[in-house]
């Protein structure tokens, strides 16, 4: 098993910053990949970014291209979203997922962390 733990989220202005960050513990080798998704109100589950443990290997959805960046820290077992620019419409619950194999944008992730509340006002 894998447990992940995101903190981090908040309520910020239209235009801040935000940085999340999700921490595994447990059987972390047996993950090769970590996603973030976020849901909103009344809408389903969408994709955000992913990345790779090992490489440099990511993906993002394309609303948030050049806005968030995903990035990892091998030694802290921690994966981070950093959220520039936020808008209005970001306001969700992150969360963030693993899985073994390559990552994807679709839901199909092992584990999933209890997610985390980012409130964007305008």
């Known amino acids: 098993q894998v447990q992940l733990v995101e903190s981090g989220g908040g309520l910020v202005q239209a235009g801040g910053s935000l940085r999340l960050s999700c921490v595994a513990s447990?059987?972390?080798?047996?993950?090769?990949?970590v996603g973030w998704f976020r849901q909103a109100p009344g809408k389903e589950r969408e994709f955000v970014a992913a990345?790779?443990?090992?490489?440099?290997?990511?993906k993002y959805e394309d609303s948030i291209k050049g806005r968030f960046t995903i990035s990892r820290d091998n030694a802290k077992n921690t994966v981070y979203l950093q959220m520039n620019s936020l808008k209005p419409e970001d306001t969700a619950v992150y969360y963030c997922?693993?899985?073994?194999?390559?990552?994807?944008?679709?839901?199909?992730?092992?584990?999933w962390g209890q997610g985390t509340q980012v409130t964007v006002s305008s």
């Open positions: 997922a693993a899985k073994v194999g390559a990552i994807t944008n679709k839901s199909e992730y092992d584990y």
């Open positions: 447990g059987r972390t080798f047996s993950s090769n990949a």
């Open positions: 990345i790779r443990w090992g490489g440099s290997v990511t």
